[in-house]
C-alpha cells in the first residue's frame, strides 16, 4: 500500500496553465506506475493520463493530449501534471492513484491506491 497526497489544484484563468503534484508516503513509490484521474460534479470518474514505472512510458486521454504532461521523479516519490491551455471542461477534482503494475491502466478500478483530490476549476 501507498498514500499519496495531492496539492496544486487552484483558480486559474481558461488558456492558463497548473502543475499538480502527488506525493508518496512510501519508499517503495518506484514498485507502481501512477495515473491521474479526475471527477466533475455529477458525472463518472474519467481517466487523464498514465506512467509507467520508470517514467519511460506514458499515455493520455485524448481530451488531453497535447496539453497535459505527466511526469515523475522517483527520487522524490513524486508524481507530476503539468496543465497548459486549459478549458473550463477541465474543472473537475484531480486524483493521483497507485497501480501495482509495470505500465498501469486507463481503468480507475484497477487502481490500487487513491489521494484525497484537489479540486481543479478554470473560468471563461
Known amino acids: 500500500q501507498v498514500q499519496l497526497v495531492e496539492s496544486g489544484g487552484g483558480l486559474v484563468q481558461a488558456g492558463g496553465s497548473l502543475r499538480l503534484s502527488c506525493a508518496a508516503s512510501?519508499?517503495?513509490?518506484?514498485?507502481?506506475?501512477m495515473g491521474w484521474f479526475r471527477q466533475a460534479p455529477g458525472k463518472e470518474c474519467e481517466f487523464v493520463a498514465k506512467?509507467?514505472?520508470?517514467?519511460?512510458?506514458?499515455y493520455y486521454a485524448d481530451s488531453v493530449k497535447g496539453r497535459f504532461t505527466i511526469s515523475r521523479d522517483n527520487a522524490k516519490n513524486t508524481v507530476y501534471l503539468q496543465m497548459n491551455s486549459l478549458k473550463p471542461e477541465d474543472t473537475a477534482v484531480y486524483y493521483c492513484?497507485?497501480?501495482?503494475?509495470?505500465?498501469?491502466?486507463?481503468?480507475?478500478?484497477?487502481?490500487?491506491?487513491w489521494g484525497q483530490g484537489t479540486q481543479v476549476t478554470v473560468s471563461s
Open positions: 506512467i509507467s514505472r520508470s517514467g519511460s512510458s506514458t
Open positions: 512510501r519508499r517503495t513509490f518506484s514498485s507502481y506506475a
Open positions: 492513484a497507485a497501480d501495482f503494475a509495470v505500465i498501469g491502466s486507463t481503468h480507475a478500478e484497477e487502481y490500487d491506491d
